[in-house]
Structure formats: structure tokens, C-alpha cells
């Protein structure tokens, strides 16, 4: 099956300051990334569609200008959650399906812990 | 409002016997369906995906799909507890399209 990664695992912060978590394809090109948030024994969320070379599309709820999502490439989405709350904390997960495929699979997620 | 429902829950099953998960949906044009299996603090891990009627086998699990009946099941035969995690169900109208989850169930197998 595709791998997706995700870097870093888990990140703690201060309130206030931006984290970046990345999302890579390591074996296929992804034309379309998903982003979604889980919080303790809840069920995921979707937060954005990432499509390569072009805005994402947002769930909505969810802000854009906080929760930023670049798709520079076909093999990585970034999402940035700018000025971090304790609320923010979460875990966040990326998947990622290619063009010819119909599956998604999912990275193995960031935990955020915002102090 | 397209929903995807899921039993609630939670299941409990000796070693050894068969585990069955249910699963509606709402979109009649739904195409593509998928389950995932998720273990506590982790992320979700796909175990199978069906896009036609009928059964589709893979070792231990056999998903069945019925689109007249709007119905998606995952057979676990001979579970074992590391089969206890939640597991999703989800489903989507075509390539390229957003999954839509189920709340999940959680298995739990006895030894």
C-alpha cells in the first residue's frame, strides 16, 4: 500500500506561537490531500481538502487564515496552525489519495499540545 | 446531508469467534467503501475497500457490499484480541472525493 508520513509525531508549544506539520506521499505522486483533526475519543473531523497548485477547500467551522494549508507539490501538503491556543491542542492527521487511485491512506499523525 | 451510520456499540467478542460490523449510508450514488481500523492513539489504517456487490474476502476479513440496501458489513473470522480497536466505515460518491466517516465501533475481543 502508498506511505504517508508526517513529521513531526508530537510537538508541544507555547500559546501564541505558529506550528508547522508536514504531510509527504513517500511512494506516489498526491494530487489531493485531506486534513483532518481528532480529539480524544472523538470521531475525525475533516478540516481542509489540499489539492496540489491550488487553494485548499475548507470544512466549514474551520478558519483559514488560522489553520494555513500549502500544497507546493505533488508529494507534500503543510498545514500551519498560526497562534496556537490550548483549544488547538489535537491530534492531526493527513491522508492522501493519487490520480489514479481511489483509497485514501492516512499519515500516522501529529499529536499538538499547546501549553 | 449525506450520513454514513455505524452500530453503537461497543462490541464484545470472544477469541475465536466472528466479529460482524454494519454500516448504512445515505447517498444512493455512493460508489466507493472502505474500512478502517484505528487503535487507540493512532491514526486510521485501511484494512479493505469494496466497490461491488457481493463479498470481497481478504484472510481473516470479508467485507459485504449491498447498494440496493444501502448496506456495507466487515466479517473478522477467528478474532483475536489485537483485532480490539475502533473501526470506520466510510464511504464516497467517486475518485477523488472526500470521505465521509462513521462514528466508529469499537471491537473489543476476549481472550
Known amino acids: 500500500g502508498a506511505v504517508v508520513s508526517q513529521h513531526p509525531s508530537w510537538v508541544i508549544c507555547k500559546s501564541g506561537t505558529s506550528v508547522k506539520i508536514e504531510c509527504r506521499s513517500l511512494d506516489f505522486q498526491a494530487t489531493t490531500m485531506f486534513w483532518y483533526r481528532q480529539f480524544p475519543k472523538q470521531s475525525l473531523m475533516l478540516m481542509a481538502t489540499?489539492?496540489?497548485?491550488?487553494?485548499?477547500?475548507?470544512e466549514q467551522g474551520v478558519e483559514k487564515d488560522k489553520f494555513l494549508i500549502n500544497h507546493a507539490s505533488l508529494t507534500l501538503s503543510t498545514l500551519t496552525v498560526t497562534s496556537a491556543h490550548p483549544e488547538d491542542s489535537s491530534f492531526y492527521i493527513c491522508?492522501?489519495?493519487?490520480?489514479?487511485?481511489?483509497?485514501?491512506?492516512f499519515g500516522p499523525g501529529t499529536r499538538l499540545t499547546v501549553l | 446531508q449525506k450520513e454514513v451510520e455505524q452500530n453503537s456499540g461497543p462490541l464484545s467478542v470472544p477469541e475465536g469467534a466472528i466479529a460482524s460490523l454494519n454500516c448504512t449510508y445515505s447517498d444512493r450514488g455512493s460508489q466507493s467503501f472502505f474500512w478502517y481500523r484505528q487503535y487507540s492513539g493512532k491514526s486510521p489504517e485501511l484494512i479493505m475497500f469494496?466497490?461491488?456487490?457481493g463479498d470481497k474476502e481478504d484472510g481473516r476479513f470479508t467485507a459485504q457490499l449491498n447498494k440496493a440496501s444501502q448496506y456495507v458489513s466487515l466479517l473478522i473470522r477467528d478474532s483475536q484480541p489485537s483485532d480490539s480497536a475502533t473501526y470506520l466505515c466510510a464511504v464516497k460518491p467517486g475518485a477523488n472525493s472526500k470521505l465521509t466517516f462513521g462514528k466508529g465501533i469499537t471491537l473489543s475481543v476476549r481472550p
Open positions: 489540499s489539492n496540489e497548485g491550488s487553494k485548499a477547500t475548507y
Open positions: 469494496i466497490y461491488s456487490n
Open positions: 491522508s492522501a489519495i493519487a490520480g489514479g487511485l481511489d483509497t485514501q491512506y
